[in-house]
C-alpha cells in the first residue's frame, strides 16, 4: 500500500508544479485579455482593474476572427482526411510487407522534415501559382500541407501497425479473406486508436504552420488563424494586447480539452488493442 | 475606485481602439474641411453602380492610422475604380510580411499588380518594369520628383526607376519638453543630449534609441551616424564606412548609452521605443509622429508636453532619414499594367488627399502634390498643444530628410545592408562592451564592402 | 465453358495472384504517399539545392551557376559560423529541457490520481494553441515595461525595479528566452509521446520486474528506459528535427537579435534570402544543416534498432 501511496506522492510532486509553470502563461493571457486595451501598461492596473470582455468582442464582430477559425477548421479537417487516406496503407505496407526495404524507407521519412519551408516556399509558390492555379485559395494548403503531415503519420501508424499481432490477420487469411480484405475487415478497425492519434497529430501541425499560409493566401477572408490574428491585431507599432490574448484562448482550449479525451484511447492503442 | 485620469470623466472610458477610429474621423474631418470637397474626382463617376470591366489588385501594409486605409480602400480605389471602369482589390498584411510576400510572387511569377513595401525594393529591380513613363506623367502634372523620391527609387547604373515612391513619413525627435526643461536643456544637438542624458536617467527618465534589430533601430542609428559625418557610401554608391568620423560616433552613442539609456534597448521591437514613451518613462526618442497621435488618442497625462523636433546636430551637421517610404512597383508579370500605372499616377498627382487622410503621416514624394506651405498651414490648425507643433514635420521635410544611402542612391546593395541590420548590430556590440568601436566598424565595413562587390558583380551598381 | 472465358477466368485470377504478392501491393500502398512526398518536397528540394549553386536573387526562381561560393562565403562570415554554434545550442538545450521534463511528466502521468485529468489539459494547452500566436504573446509576457515575470521577480526580491531582467535584449537572456519558449510549446508533445512508450511496456514485464525485486530507479533503468527507448527516441528525433528546423520562435521573439546573438541557421537564412533578397545564398544557408542532421537522425534509428528489444 504504501508503494502506491509513495507513487501518487511522486505524480503529485511533479504534475503540479510543473503543470503550474507550464500553464502560467494561459493565465496570464486570461487576464490581460480581460484588460482594457489602454490600461495594459499601466503599472499601477497590473491585478485592479475593471474586467471587460470588450477584446472579444472587437474580435467576433470586427474582424473576420471566425472566418479564420473556420478556414483553419476546414484545412484541417481536410489535410486529416488527406493524410490518413495515404498514410494508413502507406503505414501498413511498411510495417508488414516491405521488409528491409520498409525500414531503410522508415528512416527516409524522418529525411523529409530536414528541410525548413522558409526555404521550400519559394520552389512551392510557382507550383501553386502556375502549375495548379491556386492562388489565393485554401486548397493550395489542402494540397501542400500533407507533404509534412504524411511522414509523421505514416511513422505512427507503422508503430501501431507493428503492435497488431500477425496472428489476427493470419487467422483472417486461412478463412478465405484476401489480403486487401483483411486489411479493411480486421486491421484498420483496432486501430482506431492510431486513427485518432493521426487527426490530433495532424490537426496540431496543420494549425501551426504558418510560412506557406502567408505565402499562399492572399484575401483577407481566406486567412487562416495564424495569418490573420497578427494582420489584424497588429497595426504598426500598435500591439493590441488584450485582442491577441483572447484569439490565443478561444481556439486552444476547446483543442487541448477534445486532445485530452482523445489521449485514453491513443494510450489504449499502444497497448495493443486486440488483447483487451 | 479611484482611476480617474486627469482631465476625463469617470465613465467616459472608450477602448483605444474606439479612440484611434473617432480621432481619426475627426481629423480627417478638419483637414479635408480645409481642402475641397470630400470627393476624391471632380466630376461625375462614369461607372458608378455597373459592373466593373477592368481588373487591379493592390497589396499594401497595415497603415498605423486606420483612417488612411478606410479612405484608401473606401473611397479613392472605390472612385478611381467607377470613374476608369476598373475592379480595383486591395489586400493589406503587415509591413513585416511584404518582403516574403514579394518573394513569393516573384518565384511564383503571379502576383498583384501594384506592390507596395515601406522601402524602395531595389534588389527586385529586374523583375520589375521601368517606372519611367509613371513618373513623367506625373511631372507632367504636379511638378518634379522630389530629390529624396528620385534618389530612392531611381538606379543611376542601369537608368531605370524600379519603384515609385508615392510618400514618405518624416522622421522627428519626439522629446518630452516638461522632463528636459527641469534639467535645463534641449535636444538642439547631440552635444545637448549627452550632456542631459546622465541628468534625465538618474531621475529615472532614460533616453531611449534602439540598438536592436528591428526597423526603427535601423533608421535612427543610420541618421544618427550621418549627424557625425559617417557614411554607408558615399556619392557613388561605393562602401565608405570605415572612418574616423564612424567611429567617433559609434563611441559617442555608447557613451550615450552608458551615461545616459537603459539597456532595454536592445531587445525592441518596432512598437517598443513607443511603448517606452507611452509608460512615461523615456524622455525622448526617434520616431514618426505616430508617437504623439496615439498619446493623443489615449489622452496620456504628458500628452501635451510631447514636442517635435528635428534631429539633433551633429559634428557634420543635421541629416536625418525618412521614417519608411511607401514604394510602388509594378511587376513585369503583372497583368493589368496599363492599369497599374494609371492607378500609380493619379494617386501621386492627388496626394493631397491621402496625406490628409494619414493625418499628416504621409508626406507626397512629389510635392508638387502638396506644397510644403500648405502642408504648414494645415499643421497649424492642429488643435493639439503646443499649437503649432506640427508645422515642424514640413521644415523635417523639406531640410532634413534624406533618402536612405545618402550621399549616393538607394540600391539593393543598401538594401541588403539594412535588411540585416548591419548597423544596428555594429553600435550594440560597442555598447555593450563586446568591442571596441574601431573593430566594430572595421568588421562591419568588411562586410559591406563584401555585399557591394556581390551585387557590383550582377551589374546593380 | 468456352475457350475465351477460360483464358478470362485465368487471367482474372492471375490478377488476383499478382495483388496478393507482397511486394506489389506494398508498392502499391506506398506509392501515394510516395507520390505526395516526392512532388511536394523533392522536387522543391532538388530546386533549393539547385538554387545553392547559383547567385539567384529577389524571388527568382534561376540564375548564374556559381559553383561552391555562396557556402565558402558563408563559411567566412562570423554571423553564419554564430548562427551554427546558436542553432546547436538552441536545439541542444530545448530538447534536453524537453526530455528530462516530459519523461518525468509522463511517468508521473501513466497512473491515475484525482486531478489528473485538469492537470493533463493543462499540460497540453502549449501544444494545443497555435506557435506563431503564442510566440507573439510571449512577446508581450517578456515585455520591457509590462513583463509579469519581471513583476513576479520583483515581488519575490528576485529582481530589482531599478535594474529589471531584460529578458529579449542581452545575449545571454534572449537566447534563454527563447530556448525557454521552444521547450515549453515541446512538452506536450513530447509528453504524450512518452506516455505511449510507457503504456506499451506490456503488464507482464511490470509483473516480472516486481516479482524479481526490481522497483524504483533499478527498474527504471533496466526494465523501463529500454523498453521505451524505440518510441522514445522518436520522440527525441522529431523534436530535434522540428527545433532545428523552426525559425517562428526566434523569429518573432528576437529577430536574431540583440545583434544576431540569437541568430539560428533558419532566420539567418531567411534574412538573407527574403529580406535580402539574396535567395541563392539563403538556399546555400538553409541547407548547411541538412548532412548534420542527417548524420544525427540516422545514427540516432541505427542506435534504437541495435537497442531494441522486442
Redesign the interface.
Known amino acids: 500500500m504504501s508503494g502506491a501511496w509513495r507513487q501518487k506522492l511522486f505524480s503529485y510532486a511533479v504534475v503540479v508544479p510543473l503543470a503550474a509553470v507550464i500553464g502560467f502563461p494561459f493565465f496570464w493571457m486570461a487576464v490581460t485579455s480581460l484588460k482594457p486595451e489602454f490600461q495594459v501598461y499601466d503599472p499601477t492596473k497590473v491585478w485592479s482593474f475593471h474586467p471587460t470582455l470588450a477584446s472579444y468582442g472587437f474580435l467576433l464582430h470586427h474582424t473576420a476572427y471566425v472566418r479564420w477559425i473556420r478556414n483553419s477548421c476546414l484545412v484541417g479537417l481536410a489535410v486529416v482526411a488527406i493524410t490518413l487516406a495515404v498514410a494508413m496503407p502507406a503505414g501498413y505496407a511498411l510495417a508488414r510487407l516491405a521488409g528491409r526495404v520498409g525500414r531503410t524507407l522508415g528512416v527516409a521519412i524522418f529525411l523529409t522534415y530536414l528541410v525548413p519551408p522558409t526555404l521550400l516556399f519559394l520552389p512551392l509558390s510557382r507550383v501553386i501559382a502556375q502549375y495548379l492555379n491556386l492562388s489565393d485559395r485554401l486548397w493550395s494548403l489542402i494540397v501542400v500541407y500533407p507533404s509534412f503531415t504524411i511522414p509523421f503519420a505514416i511513422w505512427l501508424l507503422m508503430g501501431f501497425f507493428k503492435t497488431i499481432p500477425q496472428e489476427l490477420e493470419d487467422a483472417a487469411l486461412m478463412d478465405g479473406c484476401s489480403r486487401f480484405g483483411a486489411l479493411v475487415r480486421i486491421v484498420f478497425p483496432i486501430s482506431i486508436p492510431g486513427i485518432l492519434t493521426v487527426i490530433i497529430f495532424t490537426f496540431s501541425l496543420v494549425l501551426n504552420e504558418f510560412v506557406y499560409a502567408i505565402t499562399f493566401i492572399s484575401s483577407s477572408t481566406n486567412r487562416t488563424l495564424p495569418v490573420g490574428v497578427p494582420t489584424d491585431l497588429i497595426r504598426g507599432d500598435l500591439f493590441n494586447w488584450p485582442g491577441i490574448m483572447a484569439a490565443i484562448l478561444i481556439p486552444s482550449i476547446p483543442l487541448a480539452l477534445i486532445y485530452n479525451a482523445f489521449l485514453n484511447r491513443f494510450i489504449a492503442g499502444f497497448t495493443g488493442g486486440a488483447f483487451r | ?1 479611484g ?1 480617474i485620469r486627469d482631465g476625463s470623466p469617470a465613465g467616459d ?1 472608450l ?3 474606439d ?2 477610429k473617432k480621432a481619426a474621423a475627426g481629423a480627417a474631418a478638419v483637414g479635408v474641411a480645409g481642402a475641397a470637397a470630400p470627393f476624391s474626382f471632380a466630376g461625375p463617376l462614369r461607372f458608378k453602380g455597373r459592373w466593373l470591366k477592368g481588373d487591379l489588385s493592390i ?1 499594401q ?4 492610422v ?1 483612417a488612411y486605409d478606410e479612405w484608401f480602400d473606401n473611397t479613392w480605389c472605390k472612385q478611381w475604380g467607377e470613374k476608369n471602369d476598373v475592379q480595383v ?1 486591395v ?5 513585416t ?1 511584404l ?14 499588380d501594384l506592390f507596395m513595401n515601406l522601402h524602395p ?1 531595389a ?5 520589375v518594369i521601368n517606372h519611367a513613363a509613371i513618373v513623367q506623367e506625373i511631372q507632367a502634372k504636379v511638378g518634379k520628383y522630389g530629390a529624396l523620391g528620385k534618389a530612392s527609387t531611381y538606379n543611376p547604373r542601369t537608368k531605370k526607376y524600379f519603384a515609385v515612391s508615392d510618400n514618405y513619413v518624416p522622421d522627428p525627435v519626439v522629446w518630452r519638453h516638461d522632463l528636459w526643461n527641469a534639467v535645463g536643456e534641449s535636444p538642439a544637438t547631440w552635444d545637448h543630449v549627452a550632456k542631459a542624458a546622465p541628468l534625465l536617467k538618474k531621475r529615472g527618465h532614460p533616453i531611449g534609441i534602439g ?4 526597423l526603427d533601430s535601423n533608421m535612427a542609428l543610420m541618421a544618427f551616424l550621418m549627424c557625425f559625418g559617417g557614411f554607408v557610401q558615399d556619392e557613388h554608391n561605393r562602401p565608405s564606412l570605415f572612418t574616423k568620423k564612424t567611429i567617433e560616433g559609434v563611441q559617442f552613442m555608447a557613451n550615450l548609452y552608458k551615461n545616459g539609456e537603459d ?10 521605443n ?3 514613451l ?2 512615461g ?1 523615456a524622455s525622448m526618442i526617434l520616431n514618426a509622429i ?1 508617437a504623439t497621435r ?1 498619446p493623443e488618442q ?1 489622452n496620456l497625462p504628458f500628452v501635451d508636453d510631447l514636442w517635435i523636433w528635428p534631429i539633433p546636430a551633429g559634428p557634420h551637421g543635421r541629416l536625418g532619414l525618412e521614417h519608411v517610404m511607401g514604394c510602388y512597383s509594378i511587376w513585369k508579370f503583372a497583368q493589368n499594367k496599363a492599369n497599374a500605372s494609371k492607378f500609380l499616377a493619379d494617386l501621386c498627382i492627388n496626394y493631397k488627399q491621402a496625406t490628409l487622410a494619414s493625418q499628416l503621416y504621409n508626406f507626397p514624394s512629389f510635392p508638387g502634390a502638396f506644397p510644403f506651405d500648405a502642408i504648414r498651414k494645415v499643421a497649424a490648425a492642429d488643435p493639439h498643444k503646443p499649437h503649432g507643433k506640427y508645422t515642424i514635420l514640413t521644415t523635417i521635410a523639406e531640410k532634413y530628410t534624406h533618402n536612405i544611402g545618402y550621399p549616393g542612391t538607394t540600391n ?1 546593395a543598401m ?2 545592408v539594412f ?3 548591419l548597423i ?2 555594429m553600435f ?2 560597442v555598447s ?1 562592451g ?1 568591442m571596441s568601436a574601431h573593430d566594430s566598424v572595421r ?1 562591419t565595413n568588411s ?1 559591406v564592402k ?1 555585399i557591394y562587390a ?1 551585387w557590383k ?2 551589374g546593380k551598381i | 465453358m468456352g475457350v475465351i472465358e477460360a483464358v478470362g477466368e485465368r487471367r482474372v485470377r492471375n490478377l488476383r495472384y499478382v495483388a496478393e504478392r507482397r511486394g506489389f501491393l506494398a508498392a502499391l500502398l506506398i506509392s501515394p504517399a510516395v507520390l505526395f512526398i516526392g512532388l511536394l518536397v523533392g522536387v522543391p528540394f532538388a530546386l533549393a539545392v539547385y538554387l545553392s549553386f547559383t547567385d539567384a536573387t529577389a524571388g527568382s526562381l534561376t540564375g548564374k551557376w556559381v559553383g561552391v561560393q555562396n557556402f565558402t562565403s558563408e563559411l567566412h562570415d562570423p554571423i553564419f559560423r554564430g548562427a551554427l554554434w546558436h542553432t546547436f545550442l538552441f536545439t541542444v538545450i530545448s530538447q534536453a529541457v524537453v526530455i528530462v521534463l516530459a519523461g518525468l511528466l509522463a511517468h508521473a502521468l501513466v497512473r491515475s490520481f484525482r486531478g489528473r485529468w485538469l492537470l493533463r489539459f493543462v499540460i497540453l494547452l502549449p501544444w494545443a494553441a497555435p506557435i506563431a500566436l503564442t510566440a507573439i504573446g510571449f512577446l508581450w509576457f517578456y515585455d520591457p515595461q509590462a513583463s509579469i515575470f519581471t513583476w513576479i521577480l520583483e515581488r519575490v526580491h528576485l529582481a530589482s525595479a531599478a535594474n529589471p531582467p531584460n529578458w529579449l535584449g542581452t545575449p545571454r537572456a534572449a537566447m534563454s528566452s527563447i530556448i525557454t519558449v521552444q521547450a515549453w510549446r515541446t512538452i506536450p508533445f513530447a509528453t504524450v509521446i512518452f506516455i505511449a512508450g510507457i503504456s506499451s511496456i506490456p503488464q507482464e514485464v511490470d509483473d516480472a520486474a516486481a516479482m524479481d525485486g526490481a522497483t524504483g530507479l533499478r527498474k527504471l533503468w533496466y526494465v523501463s528506459l529500454p523498453l521505451q527507448l524505440p518510441i522514445a527516441l522518436v520522440a527525441v528525433l522529431f523534436g530535434i528535427v522540428f527545433t532545428a528546423t523552426d525559425m517562428v520562435v526566434p523569429y518573432i521573439l528576437t529577430n536574431g537579435g540583440p545583434f544576431n546573438s540569437t541568430q539560428v541557421l533558419t532566420t539567418w537564412a531567411f534574412q538573407t534570402g527574403i529580406n535580402a533578397g539574396n535567395v541563392g545564398q539563403g538556399a546555400a544557408i538553409a541547407l548547411f544543416m541538412l548532412p548534420f542532421l542527417a548524420a544525427v537522425v540516422v545514427g540516432m534509428l541505427f542506435f534504437a534498432r541495435r537497442a531494441e528489444v522486442t
Open positions: 475606485m482611476e472610458r477602448t483605444r481602439r479612440f484611434v497589396i501594409w497595415v497603415h498605423f486606420p482589390n489586400e493589406h498584411i503587415n509591413n510580411l518582403d516574403t510576400r514579394a518573394a513569393a510572387e516573384v518565384a511564383a511569377g503571379k502576383g498583384h525594393m534588389s527586385y529591380e529586374d523583375q540598438q536592436s534589430q528591428e539597456s532595454a534597448i536592445f531587445g525592441w521591437n518596432p512598437a517598443s513607443n511603448n517606452y507611452y509608460a518613462t505616430s496615439t489615449l539593393a538594401d541588403e535588411s540585416k541590420y544596428p548590430q550594440a556590440r555593450q563586446k568588421d562586410v563584401d556581390k558583380k550582377r
